[in-house]
């Protein structure tokens, strides 16, 4: 059996991640195995969002966090990284400078990606190999300032979009006027042909709410059990929410407004059941080193 190491970094409107993972060769199949996540909430769409960009204290942490990184990267001794950043860096207006100055004092190249690329590097996760031929599925992956949608049906994708929407946007009362009506005509527009569509939603907060209410390893649930399950978190303060649900509190404040983002897809889209697999942006990209690895 053959073993390679990689690393990924998420650079997300809310947190950054670092993730290393092992990828184990057979004869016959392909295993990812995670060696270390570690998680920093620095939050920079909340600047990014709200002020246009991000401040010199924040481009501090983020600088500081990713030269932690390197460090641990380096311990690891891992084959090869990458670096992804979504739409907080993407949308500010100093975020290519941010992105250059920590080149310069890291060495870590950042590569900005659009939502529908960082939906296609969540696809390297190979979710198209866990889904039933005979069923039409839509993706969602809700983020803290963009949420990505794609629908496959018999395994292939037919429609994927991205739109201005995010729990961190919505937080700050900034998502762009109109964007909701687009996401729900987008949805009633492609709806209609499919039999009956299974949503498979990803992001940190989904996850939670995957952990807190799903027994075994069966992570999925019907819109109703979604919604109660928003209507039992909407009784609770942040701080009720921090302590008796276990959440950070960069997590509990805006688990209400992704919940809000998922049941309204799950009500546009017709569909009744969601499945919440623990995928995400830095295990696409494990994927995709690994597949550039044995292309070359």
């Given at each position: 059996?053959?073993?390679?190491?990689?690393?990924?970094?998420?650079?997300?409107?809310?947190?950054?991640?670092?993730?290393?993972?092992?990828?184990?060769?057979?004869?016959?199949?392909?295993?990812?195995?995670?060696?270390?996540?570690?998680?920093?909430?620095?939050?920079?769409?909340?600047?990014?969002?709200?002020?246009?960009?991000?401040?010199?204290?924040?481009?501090?942490?983020?600088?500081?966090?990713?030269?932690?990184?390197?460090?641990?990267?380096?311990?690891?001794?891992?084959?090869?990284?990458?670096?992804?950043?979504?739409?907080?860096?993407?949308e500010a207006k100093n975020?290519?400078?941010?992105?250059?100055?920590?080149?310069?004092?890291?060495?870590?190249?950042?590569?900005?990606?659009?939502?529908?690329?960082?939906?296609?590097?969540?696809?390297?996760?190979?979710?198209?190999?866990?889904?039933?031929?005979?069923?039409?599925?839509?993706?969602?992956?809700?983020?803290?300032?963009?949420?990505?949608?794609?629908?496959?049906?018999?395994?292939?994708?037919?429609?994927?979009?991205?739109?201005?929407?995010?729990?961190?946007?919505?937080?700050?009362?900034?998502?762009?006027?109109?964007?909701?009506?687009?996401?729900?005509?987008?949805?009633?527009?492609?709806?209609?042909?499919?039999?009956?569509?299974?949503?498979?939603?990803?992001?940190?907060?989904?996850?939670?709410?995957?952990?807190?209410?799903?027994?075994?390893?069966?992570?999925?649930?019907?819109?109703?059990?979604?919604?109660?399950?928003?209507?039992?978190?909407?009784?609770?303060?942040?701080?009720?929410?921090i302590l008796n649900y276990?959440?950070?509190?960069?997590?509990?404040?805006?688990?209400?407004?992704?919940?809000?983002?998922?049941?309204?897809?799950?009500?546009?889209?017709?569909?009744?059941?969601?499945?919440?697999?623990?995928?995400?942006?830095?295990?696409?990209?494990?994927?995709m080193l690994y597949t550039?690895?044995?292309?070359?």
């Amino acid at each position: 059996m053959k073993k390679t190491k990689f690393a990924s970094i998420d650079i997300g409107s809310n947190a950054i991640r670092l993730l290393i993972a092992n990828v184990y060769e057979t004869k016959n199949k392909v295993f990812y195995r995670k060696c270390s996540l570690l998680r920093v909430p620095i939050r920079l769409g909340l600047e990014s969002f709200i002020h246009g960009e991000i401040s010199k204290q924040k481009q501090y942490k983020l600088t500081e966090a990713m030269k932690a990184f390197k460090i641990l990267i380096n311990i690891h001794e891992v084959s090869n990284y990458m670096a992804c950043a979504t739409s907080a860096l993407r949308e500010a207006k100093n975020g290519k400078k941010i992105i250059k100055e920590i080149y310069e004092e890291t060495d870590i190249k950042i590569e900005s990606i659009s939502g529908k690329e960082e939906a296609s590097i969540i696809f390297n996760s190979q979710i198209a190999e866990e889904l039933s031929p005979d069923k039409d599925y839509l993706y969602v992956d809700v983020g803290g300032g963009s949420t990505e949608i794609t629908l496959f049906s018999k395994k292939e994708v037919e429609f994927s979009a991205s739109f201005n929407i995010g729990t961190l946007k919505l937080v700050g009362n900034c998502v762009p006027k109109g964007e909701f009506l687009r996401l729900k005509e987008c949805l009633l527009d492609i709806a209609p042909p499919c039999k009956s569509i299974e949503i498979i939603g990803t992001g940190g907060n989904i996850n939670k709410i995957a952990k807190m209410k799903c027994q075994n390893n069966d992570r999925k649930l019907t819109y109703n059990q979604l919604v109660n399950i928003s209507e039992e978190l909407k009784q609770y303060s942040t701080d009720d929410l921090i302590l008796n649900y276990d959440m950070n509190p960069d997590r509990a404040d805006v688990i209400i407004p992704a919940l809000t983002i998922f049941l309204s897809i799950m009500e546009w889209s017709k569909s009744q059941i969601i499945h919440m697999p623990k995928i995400g942006v830095s295990d696409g990209l494990i994927h995709m080193l690994y597949t550039r690895k044995n292309i070359k």
